[in-house]
């Protein structure tokens, strides 16, 4: 008896040199795919179009000369979305549990994204997540004489701690204040066991 097992990948993409070959491309591939391979080619998802227009196993191109691969928006949005569910201040999530589970997908989505040629979008990301951090802790920490003493803690002085900590202002509007950028910055946070999306991305990408 024998046994037939073939691989095959349901989604590709052929880049040429220009738009007319592009189209000539595409009537030949869906002509090949229906015709001899007797598989249907959706054509809703079928296009042809600019590498930065399109996106394939979560990547995109940028608009360069020389195009890099970058992760594409839609790929960014879901992971934002995570994030913002881990993030989110309505939950009353311990701050260990939070820092957990983002590293738990943060080492994950890293470990794939890191074929992109664009770091400055980690290091944005990176900067982001640790505003949720910030806004998230600000909510926890609750009332203004819980803040005044921990902001001393983190050795403000009492006078700032104390102008601080009886702000009005939203938690997402002071997760951005110098006051907590400075003392719930990169170090507090490394110390805290929260891994760096930057860091983890320079390792895979430069180490030998």
């Known amino acids: 008896m024998v046994i037939n097992s073939f691989r095959y990948a349901d989604d590709c993409n052929i880049y040429m040199k220009s738009k007319r070959a592009g189209e000539r491309t595409i009537v030949s591939v869906q002509r090949f795919v229906e015709g001899t391979l007797r598989l249907k080619v959706n054509e809703s998802k079928s296009a042809v179009d600019r590498p930065w227009n399109r996106k394939f196993l979560g990547f995109s191109f940028s608009y360069h000369k020389e195009p ?33 589970k983002l590293n738990q997908y943060l080492i994950g989505w890293c470990g794939y994204f890191a074929l992109a040629d664009t770091p400055s979008v980690f290091n944005r990301l990176d900067s982001w997540i640790k505003r949720r951090l910030r806004m998230c802790l600000w909510k926890n920490w609750k009332k203004p004489r819980t803040r005044v003493r921990n902001l001393i803690r983190l050795k403000v002085p009492y006078g700032k701690a104390y102008e601080w900590g009886n702000t009005r202002k939203g938690y997402w509007r002071i997760s951005k204040s110098p006051i907590l950028h400075r ?16 860091v983890r991305y320079e390792t895979l990408r430069y180490s030998s």
């Open 68 to 100: 890099k691969v970058r992760v594409a928006k839609t790929s960014l949005q879901r992971m934002k979305k995570k994030i913002r569910e881990i993030t989110s201040r309505k939950m009353p999530f311990p701050m260990e549990y939070r820092i957990k």
């Open 183 to 198: 003392t719930l910055g990169n170090s507090y946070w490394e110390s805290q066991g929260l891994k760096s999306l930057q």
